[in-house]
């Protein structure tokens, strides 16, 4: 059925609640799925080397497609499984570098220093109890403790990104670090 100019109204006169897709946009989605389909379950092995870790690497797959086709159809580029190969790698180190952080973050919340709890050595708290302690604060303060710690984001972009004040970004950080350290604190002076 054509539509009157992607108004919604059909040639009959009935209004519809979704105008039909454009047959060009139909044929580039068949075009893309036509150039997928013999190549995916390589992509996945590929996933899988690049992320063994990942229980379901189709994941890192459907997300480096998901960037590719924000930008291309698969059929505009010259290698569309090199481009898309190329992604995933990128995208699997992505993952790696923030997970990386991830664990610099929680050892450097997870350590505390002899002297605070009374200890004659340094302890340490588990990544599942500091977890918890993530789990505890507000979600505006768990945001802001990702994007600088896991993403590696500045405080201006941090504040643009959740229409805050770069002040108040960095108010919110500090207040998420200290309720982070006295929890630690607290569960090693409890053990």
Do not use: C, F, W
Request: proline share 4%.
């Amino acid at each position: 059925m054509a539509v009157d100019g992607g108004s919604g109204v059909g040639r009959d006169g009935v209004r519809r609640s979704s105008p039909v897709r454009s047959s060009s946009r139909v044929d580039k989605i068949d075009e893309d799925a036509a150039i997928l389909e013999p190549i995916y379950e390589d992509l996945v092995r590929l996933a899988a080397a690049v992320d063994p870790r990942n229980p379901d690497p189709s994941d890192l797959v459907q997300a480096a497609l998901e960037r590719v086709l924000r930008r291309h159809g698969l059929a505009e580029l010259d290698n569309p499984v090199g481009y898309i190969s190329t992604t995933i790698v990128r995208l699997g180190a992505n993952r790696r570098r923030a997970e990386h952080r991830l664990r610099r973050l929680v050892s450097r919340l997870g350590s505390v220093d002899a002297g605070s709890v009374g200890s004659a050595e340094r302890e340490y708290v588990s990544n599942a109890e500091t977890v918890r302690l993530l789990e505890q604060l507000t979600p505006s303060e768990r945001a802001i403790v990702y994007l600088r710690y896991i993403e590696a984001l500045d405080y201006l972009e941090i504040a643009t990104r959740l229409g805050l004040t770069e002040a108040s970004t960095r108010q919110r950080a500090s207040r998420a670090l200290r309720r982070l350290r006295a929890g630690i604190e607290e569960t090693l002076h409890d053990e």
